[in-house]
């Protein structure tokens, strides 16, 4: 497959704006079409109109506008590490949007999910929290000067989390061992722990920052 991605970004903020409304109208799509309950005429001619949409798209594409990944400063715009990555990816129409920040030694990150990440009736699909953790966990290991693929990744779930609350994922490093980093993070709404998780992460920088 031909490579459609930079490391670095040559778009400007209007371009990335831009970019961004059309993301942000196909995830209140994606999250909309959940509830759709219409005539099958009606139905029928909304997927001839995105059907069209889908044509302008197609007709649209080269490479990505962003680049593959982003350095930790910018995870105050909403980016995370990828901007196009299934989890919390801020170019992404199928991902709750993470709004991250820095605290202290800690990696925070605030979300909501909607109806499209639902597993059981009123709740988030466990995978998705799973996703989010190892999005979460690689932002705290880059935050330390690591970088690497997740070789393990287990989360413990505690309660019930609900949809449409507001969501706080932290993370933190536990501990380097050679190549080996390991990180946690944990889950609350409201001060009640929903959630923890423990990953473990190869280091594959040659140097730290």
Known sequence: ????????????????????????????????????????????????????????????????????????????????????????????PITPQLHYREEGDKIIAEATFSLLHEGPIGCVHGGVIAGIYDCVLAAAVVKHGYGGPTAQLNTRYIAPTLLHKPLIFSAWLEKVDGKKIHVAGECHCDGELLSSAEALFINNLKTRP
């Open 1 to 92: 497959m031909k490579p459609n991605y930079r490391f670095q970004c040559e778009a400007d903020e209007a371009s990335i704006n831009a970019h961004r409304q059309v993301v942000d109208a196909l995830r209140a799509i994606n999250e909309g079409v959940v509830l759709l309950n219409q005539s099958p005429q009606q139905l029928s001619e909304l997927a001839t109109t995105l059907g069209s949409i889908a044509e302008q798209v197609e007709a649209g594409q080269g490479e990505r506008l962003r680049e593959y990944f982003t350095p930790l400063k910018q995870l105050e715009r909403r980016e995370g590490l990828q901007p196009y990555a299934p989890f919390g990816g801020s170019h992404s």
